[in-house]
């Protein structure tokens, strides 16, 4: 990002966002690598990876009869605010940089 671009919070937060992508994809490769030989890569220089299991339930709405799920007065509805991030009308979008780990 260039300085000039560090005042504007929509272009700041689009490339906060990509580093966070970046960021979860490489956390979901290094999960994988652990879970697919959880005997090694385990112990590290300064951490310890332990690999643990979850049980827990869910509930199936779907499974509902459909007289409930149309009823509604077994509905709510709710407002959220989201903020997106699109690209300019006359800008192309900065190629995404490598995000540099500093151990």
């Keep these: 990002m260039h300085k000039a671009d560090a005042a504007n919070p929509a272009d700041e937060l689009a490339e906060v966002r990509a580093a966070i992508a970046r960021l ?33 339930r ?22 959220t605010q989201e903020v997106r991030c699109l690209p300019a009308a006359a800008a192309t979008p900065p190629r995404p940089r490598r995000l540099r780990i500093v151990h």
């Design 58 to 79: 869910l509930f199936d709405a779907a499974r509902l009869p459909e007289t409930v799920l149309a009823d509604p007065r077994y509905w709510s509805e709710s407002v």
């Design 24 to 56: 979860r994809l490489r956390e979901a490769r290094l999960c994988a690598t652990i879970l697919a030989a959880p005997d090694t890569g385990l112990e590290g220089r300064h951490f310890r990876a332990e690999v643990a299991e979850r049980r827990f």
